[in-house]
């Protein structure tokens, strides 16, 4: 939980916040509950395959978006990379909550 308090935070470096908590842990995170979503469909089972499949990817996927933002308004590199991070972990996180 700490993890998440401090990429919450933005306290991860930009690389560090894209890579492996928008990319990587979102990938995972999101494919994980997409998953449990359409075995518990099967099991006509709606309200926990909803619970499961929005209530926690969305979560996670704005955790991450804002993380990445923030983490973006301290880097001190070419501000290019920072602008690209953001707007790959909107569109990342916005393509894996509508699927």
Known sequence: ???????WRGD???????WTWAVTVGLLVNVATSLLFLILITQ????????IGYG????????AI???WRAA???????IHADL??????VLMAALSLT
Do not use: E, I
Not at 44 to 51: G, H, K, T, V
């Open 1 to 7: 939980m700490s993890q998440l308090r401090t990429l």
């Open 12 to 18: 991860y470096a930009l690389a560090d916040a894209f």
């Open 44 to 51: 006509d089972q709606p309200w926990a395959a909803l619970l």
């Open 56 to 63: 926690v990817s969305l979560p996670y996927n704005f955790v």
């Open 66 to 68: 804002v993380g990445v």
């Open 73 to 79: 308004a301290r880097y001190h590199g070419p501000a």
């Open 85 to 90: 991070a953001r707007g790959a972990t909107v």
